[in-house]
């Protein structure tokens, strides 16, 4: 199983961006989906998740600025980034919670590589 993301960048403060995720390989279901990120000295933190079914979560730090959703059928999270502050900087990663047993309830964690988000004048 792999996450592929898309879409970091350098923009000016106040600018928008959208991130994308696409988990492929063997996949039976998906229990969670969401971001996290981890600035330059500091620790990885919870962004945003959305777990199937579940309630949406966002960290206060950019709630009524980011809007996490998912295409289920292409196994696909999205994290639309509005008025981007240069705190947001930051490697952003993409998580899943994977179902990846056909015939068992057996979940499985996994990570993207990490997208860049600059954010600067």
């Known amino acids: 199983v792999q996450l592929e993301e898309s879409g970091g960048g350098l923009v000016q403060p106040g600018e928008s961006l959208r991130l994308s995720c696409t988990a492929s390989?063997?996949?039976?279901?998906?229990?969670?989906m969401g971001w996290y990120r981890q600035a330059q000295g500091k620790q990885r933190e919870l962004v945003a998740t959305m777990p199937t079914g579940g309630t949406t979560t966002y960290a206060d730090s950019v709630k009524g600025r980011f809007t996490i959703s998912r295409d289920n059928t292409e196994n696909t999270v999205y994290l639309q980034m509005n008025s981007l502050q240069p705190s947001d900087t930051a490697v952003y990663y993409c998580?899943?919670?994977?179902?990846?047993?056909?015939?068992?309830?057996?979940?499985?964690?996994?990570w993207g590589k990490g997208s860049q988000v600059t954010v600067s004048s």
């Open positions: 998580y899943a919670q994977l179902k990846v047993s056909r015939f068992m309830d057996l979940k499985q964690d996994y």
């Open positions: 390989g063997p996949i039976f279901g998906t229990y969670i």
